[in-house]
């Protein structure tokens, strides 16, 4: 078994995607187009990441189940959640998430900056940008930001 401190965590928002798209019906491939559409690598303002992934459970309780509750496995659900430190230089991250804003977008979240792999899985999906806190700051601090941004459709953990 590795174990590692997350240092160099790989953290991609963009509105373009290479391959079969996060959010379809079908499996994902490819990866974030750094090429067209709004691209961001956010890692180096980002402190936390978060991509919790959680199944909803359906009762299915009937009278012969002996007093005991029965459970089903029913829908899946995600979402997205980053810590970041706001930057407001011209066409930085502020600006860059205020264009994003009410927008479906892409993530692409690795635990290294190496390349995808079975030792570096990559948790892909879509998101609805649903909010963003460009302002969230007391005297002497830093301006951060805690958004979480839930899945819509098909997500899925790549290794190649």
């Known amino acids: 078994m590795t174990i590692a401190s997350a240092t160099t965590s790989t953290i991609l928002l963009g509105t373009a995607w290479t391959g079969t798209a996060p959010g379809a019906a079908s499996t994902p ?16 303002w980002c402190s936390a990441v978060e991509v919790p992934l959680t199944i909803a459970t359906n009762d299915a309780t009937t009278f012969g189940s002996a007093g005991f509750m029965v459970k089903t496995v029913g829908l899946k659900d995600g979402a997205l959640t980053l810590t970041l430190l706001n930057d407001f230089v011209n066409d930085g991250l502020d600006e860059k998430l205020y264009t994003m804003w009410g927008q479906t977008v892409y993530y692409d979240v690795k635990p290294t900056s190496s390349a995808r ?10 998101v609805l940008v649903t909010d963003i806190k460009p302002m969230a700051v007391t005297v002497g601090g830093l301006v951060v930001m805690q958004l979480t941004w839930p899945t819509t459709g098909y997500f899925d953990r790549l290794v190649a």
């Open 29 to 44: 491939s490819g990866t974030i187009n750094s090429g067209s559409g709004t691209y961001m690598d956010v890692s180096s």
């Open 117 to 126: 792999g079975t030792g570096n899985p990559s948790y892909v999906g879509a």
